[in-house]
């Protein structure tokens, strides 16, 4: 059974970096799929943020052009998890962020984290 | 890249049906046929109910279906039940690797 768990600090400061974290059990993040973050503002719809995919050796990162400037994807393999981090944030990144599986190819999310909430606050 | 648009609600009786429609452009919805639907209660996770416009995952009852006709793709649910009162969303593949949400709609069943 896949399961996607996100850890991180549920509060962050403006000006700030979020970082979080999703740990994959059930499935090695090397083996072929999509990882995605996707976040959504309190009472409003999902975003997608972007997605980190193993080509051979590495990983490459794709990123929503709108929050391109600010985000970074990362892997770590040993640890089968990945990671995001959003720099200068505000109130407007206040949100729940969903780490989610991709399936290449037929580009759907099939498993998704719980969720965790971020609030950007002083 | 802007959010696909749904209807901010939908409602409908027990045992009829109703149609959810998300509405993008040639650049997404209308240029794959890789659109999602996701189903979300309160305080929970989103679900995938439909993939590929109109594919459903194991274990998705087939009261659930998906088309597509141009820049617009649909979700019907027929035989509506209570524990479908949720909030859905359309999700489109929009090329360069990269993917686009609808806004959502709030299913309510009268």
């Known amino acids: 059974q896949v399961q996607l768990q996100e850890s991180g600090p549920g509060l962050v400061k403006p000006s700030e970096t979020l970082s979080l974290t999703c740990a994959v059990s059930g499935y090695s993040i090397s083996s072929g799929y999509y990882w995605d973050w996707i976040r959504q503002p309190p009472g409003k719809g999902l975003e997608w943020i972007g997605s980190?995919?193993?080509?051979?050796?590495?990983?490459?990162?794709y990123y929503n052009p709108s929050l391109k400037s600010r985000v970074t994807i990362s892997e770590d393999t040993s640890k089968n998890q990945f990671s995001l981090k959003l720099t200068s944030v505000t109130a407007a990144d206040t949100a729940v962020y969903y780490c989610a599986r991709g399936k290449i190819g037929n580009y759907y999310k099939d498993y998704w984290g719980q969720g965790t909430l971020v609030t950007v606050s002083s | 890249q802007s959010a696909l648009t749904q209807p901010r609600s939908v409602s409908g009786s027990p045992e009829q049906s109703v149609t959810i429609s998300c509405t993008g452009t040639s650049s997404d919805v209308g240029g794959y046929n890789y659109v999602s639907w996701y189903q979300q209660h309160p305080g929970k996770a989103p679900k995938l109910m439909i993939y590929d416009v109109s594919k459903r995952p194991s274990g998705v009852p087939d009261r659930f279906s998906g088309s597509k006709s141009g820049n617009t793709a649909s979700l019907t649910i027929s035989g509506l039940q209570a524990e479908d009162e949720a909030d859905y969303y359309c999700c489109s593949y929009a090329g360069s690797y990269s993917w686009v949400f609808g806004g959502g709609s709030k299913l309510t069943v009268l």
């Open positions: 980190i995919y193993r080509r051979g050796s590495s990983g490459s990162t």
